[in-house]
Antibody, heavy 115, light 110 residues
């Protein structure tokens, strides 16, 4: 059974940093692109970034370019999102999802950016 | 403001057929396949349709997708109370070089 478990969310001040982690199990991580998607409270879904199976390609939504960095450690079955220079508008539930088509999702980890 | 346009809401009575539209452009729907997601209240999204009209294992055949040109649609036939949810279309946008979601359509079963 595919399982994705996000962690690392919390309350952070504007300008601060957080590192989110997604622990993957039930499939061979290296064979899949992996994706981060976020959802602000009461709002719709927003794609954030994705990374190829071997880490050689990465894509980001314009609003996080230069501030967020996606990475993976296939040996540890782990996906990460390093978030720097956080802004109030980054407040959201962050989901990791498997593949380009995002066929499996975790339950999300909440990031709140507030002073 | 999403580049994919969905109606904010749709509704129907049990057993009816409901259709949700998703309108885009040549840089997104017109040049790539479309996925649909269902998000039940308080839960993570779930992939409902991929590659325009393919259902993942376990998704009832009451759900169907189609695409024509720069538009796509999701149809729910035999509407059931458990279908009350938010539905999102999504695809890759070659101009933005990013995956894009529609703003979502809330389906209510009357």
């Amino acid at each position: 059974e595919v399982q994705l478990v996000e962690s690392g969310g919390g309350l952070v001040q504007p300008g601060g940093s957080l590192r989110l982690t997604c622990a993957a199990s039930g499939f061979t991580l290296s064979r899949y692109w992996m994706t981060w998607v976020r959802q602000a409270p009461g709002k719709g879904l927003e794609w954030v970034a994705n990374i190829k199976g071997d880490g050689s390609e990465k894509y980001y939504v314009d609003s996080v370019k230069g501030r967020f960095a996606i990475s993976r450690d296939n040996a540890k079955n782990s996906l990460s999102l390093q978030m720097n220079s956080l802004r109030a508008e980054d407040t959201a539930l962050y989901y990791c999802a498997r593949g380009v088509i995002t066929d499996s999702w975790g339950q999300g980890t909440l990031v709140t950016v507030s002073s | 403001q999403s580049v994919l346009t969905q109606p904010p809401s749709a509704s129907g009575t049990p057993g009816q057929r409901v259709t949700i539209s998703c309108s885009g452009s040549t840089s997104n729907i017109g040049s790539d396949t479309v996925n649909w997601y269902q998000q039940l209240p308080g839960t993570a999204p779930k992939l409902l349709i991929y590659d325009n009209n393919q259902r993942p294992s376990g998704v009832p055949d009451r759900f169907s997708g189609s695409k024509s040109g720069t538009s796509a649609s999701l149809a729910i036939s035999g509407l059931q109370s458990e279908d009350e949810a938010d539905y999102y279309c999504a695809t890759w946008d070659g101009s933005l070089n990013s995956f894009v979601f529609g703003a979502g359509t809330k389906v209510t079963v009357l």
